[in-house]
């Protein structure tokens, strides 16, 4: 399962980062680190990016950059 | 710097700490997250003393202030907002690089108490680099309003760095965050941040790094701060490696080689962690939030702006009124600037001018070169105020966030950002505040392409020309035509995006990962710093450009002195040299070129040089007003100004205004032009080079000539270009020549 994929409302564990270079530096910067726990909020009305709650604080991404990041759901 | 020498600098710091300090100048660099509000907080400090410019060499913004605090000289230096000091962008590498190479005398980094543990993330990376730190612990009452306890002495404690607690919108705690600023400063042997553990491992291979690193670079370990080189060599940080000349270092894979097996990740993932453990574990031990949590003010308003179904209207309904509010609020003051340096402005200096027994020549110069030229700056001045305002507060309010999010899939889809839409947008009143507005746009990438495309977006100057040859060739289908040519520079703008990428912006594209910060109420202090800035930016750096492209215009126009025809003027003959240019796209006449020249400095000029050309007016003597009348008028159309801003405001309807009579030129252009060569006119004055105000933005904004240059050649082929197409290729579908 990858973070793309849940749904509005699903909650979950981050069990690896798959993208790799900038992008991965970039989205560890922000904390989106393996073991932390991840909710999405919303889909944004076209379809991507996503919004997602993460170390208390929200954080959008485009929906390519989530399917790197493999999660476990919780929930 | 050799050990010796790094001595000797301590000795001159405690020196100069002592009995000498107060003639020192603090260098004071303020670094933070992105909307920690950190802007807010150099306003409130620093104001109007703010010096707006660009790092060398790249398109990132440089602050700096100088000033007197507590009788000491201060030298504030802004850092660009970042979440972290990684080697990846821009923003990033021209903070680290600041702080290693200039060594400011102390940091304030500014932390948002109510996102602490990834403010402190940052931090952690700026305490690695030794320089004395004071925070600012930001946004505090709003962090207490929420119920949040945080023990700023506690953190001090751990950290060994001063912790002052402040709020920017409500200015307080500032005068004291200075003053500690001072205090740490002036303390010479105790004043360097803890340094952190980051658990035994990474110290182990540290430790080891270090002894390897010594006795092979001992002058690298000198010059760098010890503590932060050791890690980024460890991080085998891109940027510092290139910078050292340094790769496969045998020592450093040893050094590594147990820390990658015993965690097994890459050394980025292992450091990263580590430094978000601190973060968590001291955010864990000083802040107590309330058990209950209410339902946040954010969330409320993100269920309804955020929503599947209301999302993009109200995204719209946001837009139009930036649209309103920019263009309509600021015509009217536009325009008494305008009426103003036409008017008594020039009929001032005529009667200053005359008496004296200056030459015509030098009372036209004047007129019509210098304050026409002064005239041309500040009518783009209300406009630039407006636009800034309002794309500041759509910022600094969180808005801006959530526009870019509903409009991501669109725009990503043409190669954009989602933030790229606003530019775009405000390109349709006037390309100037649009190119100004791609400021909103982080990565310098986005940021330069949305701005090569904002001048493809049909500006409010185009429409007097479009207007013009559609009444003459086009009565009929007046609105299809000219929307024609709306249509046409998006649709270039999309081509133009997708062929940008493919060459000049080659490689990976830039990323959308963003922040979505609770909505704020920015201070309208702050608004008001943020407007002036940039307002007055405009005015001198980019004005002295287009003041002098101006001046140059007027002597084209009337050299040599006394020309009897427009044909002669150096106007009329750099005309008709260039005229063969556009013989093969349907206006090779001189008229014609020499009314695109003069366009340069407005597109709508493109009319009145048409006008002074085939119909020019006879002189007219009028009744010159007196100085009183002149004064009256200044006072009262300022006043009609403002009334007119205010109707705007509140949807009243207004007076229309009367048009000019173009009779004669009306029938001069039908002579010259047909139904194909008009339209293929209309392409080419919608897409060639943009206006110089324009060019002088882009130069102003990316601090190089090199995108402005850009802009001018690409896009006077690409306006050549689709002259032709239409040209020859109506002719060939027999639409007539």
Known sequence: MNLAKLKP?????????????????????????????????????????IEVSIKSYNLSLRKKEAEGIAVEVAG | MSTQ??????????????????????????????????????????????????????TVEKKEAFFEFGGRKIRLVDLP????????????????????????????????????????????????????????LNIYDEAAEKGYRIDDKAMEEMLGIAVVPTSATKKTGL???????????DTPKQRAPKKLNYGEDIEVACDYLAKSFRSSYPALIDHYPQRWL????????????????????????????????????????????????????????????????????????????????????????????????????????????????????????????????????????????????VGSVLVFVPVIFAMMFFITFLEGSGYMARAAFVMDRTMHSIGLHGKSFIPMLLGF????????????????????????????????????????????????????????????????????????????????APMFIMELPPYRMPSLHSLCVHTWEKGKHFLFKAGTYIFAVSVLVWFLLNLPWGVEHKRDSYLGQAGAAIAPIFQPVGFGNWEAASSLITGVIAKE?????????????????????????????????????????AKTLLYLPQAEEKEEDQGGLKVAILGAFTPLSAYA???????????????????????????????????????????????????????GG
């Open chain 2, 175 to 185: 005068d004291e965050l200075l003053a500690t600023a001072l205090r740490v400063a």
């Open chain 2, 5 to 58: 020498l790094k001595h000797k600098d301590e000795e001159l710091d405690a020196e100069v700490s002592g009995h000498s300090a107060a003639a020192r100048t603090i260098t004071v660099a303020v670094a933070g997250n992105p909307n920690s509000g950190k802007s807010t907080l150099i306003n409130a400090i620093a104001g109007t003393r703010l010096h707006v410019g660009n790092w060398a060499g790249v």
């Open chain 2, 681 to 735: 006119f209309m392409a080419f004055v919608l897409l060639y080079m943009p206006c110089v105000v324009a060019i002088a933005a882009m130069r102003q904004e990316f601090g190089t000539w090199k995108w402005a240059g850009v802009g001018l050649f690409y896009q006077t082929a690409l306006a050549w270009t689709a002259a032709l197409i239409i040209y020859q290729g109506g002719r060939l579908l027999g639409l």
């Open chain 2, 429 to 508: 009143g006037c390309n100037v505040p649009g190119i100004y507005a791609t400021r909103t746009l982080e990565n310098p990438k986005d940021k330069v392409l949305t701005a090569l495309l904002v001048p493809l977006m049909s500006c409010g100057a185009r429409l007097p020309v479009y207007v013009l040859f559609v009444g003459i060739f086009f009565p009929k289908n007046s609105s299809t035509v000219i929307w024609s040519l709306y249509i046409m520079g998006i649709l270039l703008a999309v081509g133009m995006g997708l062929v940008f990428k493919q060459t000049l912006f080659r490689g990976e």
């Open chain 2, 605 to 645: 000029i493109v009319v009145g040089t048409m006008g002074e050309i085939y119909a020019p007016k006879k002189d007219e003597k009028k009744d010159v007003p007196t100085l009183q009348e002149d004064l009256k008028e200044v006072a009262t159309s300022f006043g009609a100004a403002c009334v007119t801003a």
């Open chain 2, 230 to 373: 050791l890690l980024k060599l460890m991080e085998q940080d891109s940027h510092v490696m290139k910078e050292l000349g340094l790769d496969n270092l045998d020592f450093l894979d040893q050094a590594l080689h147990h820390l990658r097996r015993a965690h097994g990740e890459d050394i980025e993932s292992i450091m990263a962690d580590a430094r978000y453990s601190l973060a968590s574990g001291l955010t864990h031990e000083v802040l107590h939030k309330p058990e209950l949590r209410q339902t946040e003010l954010t969330e409320r308003i993100d269920k309804v702006v955020l929503n599947r179904f209301l999302g993009i209207p109200i995204f719209m309904g946001a837009m139009w009124l930036l649209f309103k509010l920019t263009f309509d609020l600021s015509a009217p003051f536009g325009k008494w600037i305008g009426a103003m340096t036409d008017g008594p402005f020039k009929r001032w200096a005529s009667a200053i001018l005359t008496p004296l027994g200056a030459p015509d020549w030098t009372v036209s110069l004047v007129n019509d070169g210098v304050i026409a030229g």
């Open chain 1, 9 to 49: 409302g699903q909650k979950g564990k981050i069990t690896s980062i798959g993208s790799i270079g900038p992008l991965k530096r970039r989205l560890m910067d922000m904390g989106v680190l393996v073991g932390e726990d991840v909710k999405v909020l919303k889909v944004a009305p076209l379809g991507d990016p």
């Open chain 2, 81 to 136: 907002g970042t979440y972290s000091l990684s080697p990846y962008s821009q923003e990033e590498i021209v903070a680290r690089d600041y702080l290693v190479h200039e060594r400011p005398d102390l940091i304030i980094n500014v932390v948002d108490a109510t996102n602490l543990e990834r403010n402190l993330y940052l931090t952690v990376q700026i305490m690695e680099l030794g320089i004395p730190v004071v925070m600012a």
